[in-house]
């Protein structure tokens, strides 16, 4: 069972991966722009990832998203 949890790890990467914070920013990138920008509100990117408003803002922060 060991050579089961080796064996993809032996694999060479066609693309290089992301760290999971590249991942989550990437993410929210896509559903702001979804959204067009819009945080709060029962079309906004907070209720599609099921968060908080103010989490989500927070999350901007953090992850130095700006709006373009």
Do not use: C, F, Y
């Amino acid at each position: 069972m060991a050579d089961n949890l080796a064996g993809p790890a032996k694999r060479e990467m066609s693309t290089p991966l992301k760290s999971l914070q590249e991942i989550e920013t990437d993410h929210i990138i896509r559903v702001l722009e979804e959204t067009t920008w819009r945080i709060d509100g029962a079309k906004g990117a907070a209720l599609i990832l099921d968060m908080n408003p103010s989490t989500l803002r927070s999350r901007l922060r953090k992850l130095g998203i700006q709006k373009p």
